[in-house]
């Protein structure tokens, strides 16, 4: 099988020829082996990893992503970020620890900016239509 992960500025693995691959989505864990049925998921935060054909193991920490299997012999995950390494204690420690410090900061980052936007747009309605708007003067 060929795999390739891509990042949105990089191809970070493309390798020509694995045996098997395991990731993990929300479901949890799975396994892809050549003549696997086209499949669709998006990943969670995990360590990617695969054996190649002299059966030496390799890993890559990704960021979430998307995963498709097709025609049997063909793995793509395209994700934000990916970190390839012989390394599997430094991936699963150190590397998946910093991306779900990321995801998190990014998440409440969003929440906050929606907070800011509702404020503004409760503003925007009270002082357009202030009979309609439903706050009282002294509201957020």
Same mark, same amino acid.
């Given at each position: 099988m060929r795999l390739i !992960?891509? %990042? =949105? %500025?990089?191809v970070v693995?493309?390798? =020509? *020829? !694995?045996r098997s691959l395991r990731a993990e989505?929300?479901?949890?864990?799975?396994g892809i082996l050549q003549g696997h049925e086209d499949f669709l998921t998006a990943l969670s935060i995990c360590v990617v &990893?695969?054996? &190649?054909?002299?059966?030496?193991?390799?890993?890559?920490?990704? +960021? +979430? $992503?998307?995963?498709t299997? &097709?025609? $049997?012999?063909?793995? *793509?995950? *395209?994700?934000r970020e990916a970190v390839v &390494? +012989?390394?599997l204690d430094h991936l699963a420690h150190t590397?998946? *620890? +910093?991306?779900?410090?990321r995801a998190e900061d990014e998440r409440a980052s969003r929440n906050e900016t929606l907070e800011l936007q509702m404020r503004a747009i409760r503003h925007i309605v009270r002082y357009l239509h202030p009979e309609h708007a439903g706050l009282k003067e002294g509201g957020a």
């Open positions: !992960i891509t %990042t =949105p %500025t990089a693995v493309d390798e =020509p *020829a !694995i989505d929300e479901t949890g864990s799975f &990893s695969w054996e &190649s054909g002299d059966q030496d193991h390799a890993f890559c920490a990704v +960021r +979430r $992503g998307v995963l299997v &097709s025609d $049997g012999d063909k793995v *793509a995950i *395209a994700t &390494s +012989r390394d590397v998946l *620890a +910093r991306m779900r410090q």
